[in-house]
């Protein structure tokens, strides 16, 4: 993955420092009836780990980028934290601990395009898991839009501590076949006018039909699959564009 690299995880963490607060109850509740420690796969810079380390829960994290691992790490010395995180990929997670709840936030698997990888990210995900443990994954909807080869390019920035300015400039496709949107993600570190670092990201997500991911969820092995609107306990509606997916493993 050439994603969440160096400016892409700077950027990450000053535009995004915090959960959205109704978010974090929501899996805060999870984490506190959870039976057993708790998994963040994909934790990022830790805006739901930190709080809920910070809460006094048993939580470790997984996430492919040391970037974001290293600001994780980062903001936990600033809080007198010490969060337990590890730099593995979905596909090749290998964890001493099983889990009683594994929550990925923020649309974050929708990250995993490739259909192999998802399938076998899910294998993993049920194997770290104690029987009967819960699972909440957050998974954006597929709605009906049009196959888009060119797109216009988007941006804004963000200001770092010292003045410098990290600019994000985007390039959209979306293919409808697939339910893929990819951009190409150009960031820039500016200075007192000048270029002083550029970075390219390959950035895609995949969106889902809700029946076509509680599929995926039953042939990974998990079973009373639950789908919510998001921060509630209840069901979403067509406008609903996020998704959020309880399920048990079996
Ligand atoms: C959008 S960030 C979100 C982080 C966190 N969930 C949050 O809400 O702040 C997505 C994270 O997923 C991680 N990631 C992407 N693909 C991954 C994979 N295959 N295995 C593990 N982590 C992955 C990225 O490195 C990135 O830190």
Known sequence: MN???????????????????????????????????????????????????????????????????????????????????????????????????????????????DES????????????????????????????????????WGGRWVERPDGAKILISWLPQYSSVEGIGRSIHRYELVKDGRLLESEYEEFALKFYEPAAFQALLERAGFADVRVFKPYEATSPDDSDEGLIFEARRR
């Open 117 to 152: 990888v998802v399938e076998a990210s899910l294998e993993k995900l049920r194997d770290a898991m104690l029987p009967g443990a819960t699972f909440v994954v957050e998974v954006e909807r597929l709605v009906p839009r049009p196959s888009e080869t060119s797109g216009t």
């Open 3 to 113: 994603a969440y690299q160096k400016l892409s995880a700077e950027f990450y963490d000053i535009d995004k420092p915090t959960a959205q607060p109704e978010a974090l109850e929501f899996y805060l509740d999870y984490a506190r009836r959870s039976v057993g420690p708790i998994l963040e796969p994909m934790c990022g810079t830790g805006r739901f780990l930190l709080p809920m380390l910070a809460a006094g829960l048993d939580i470790e994290g997984v996430d492919l980028s040391d970037e974001m691992l290293s600001l994780c790490r980062a903001r936990g010395r600033a809080l007198g934290l010490s969060p337990v995180l590890h730099t593995q990929s979905l596909t090749a997670l290998s964890l001493a601990r099983r889990f009683g709840l594994v929550f990925i936030p923020s649309s974050s698997f929708c990250l995993l395009t």
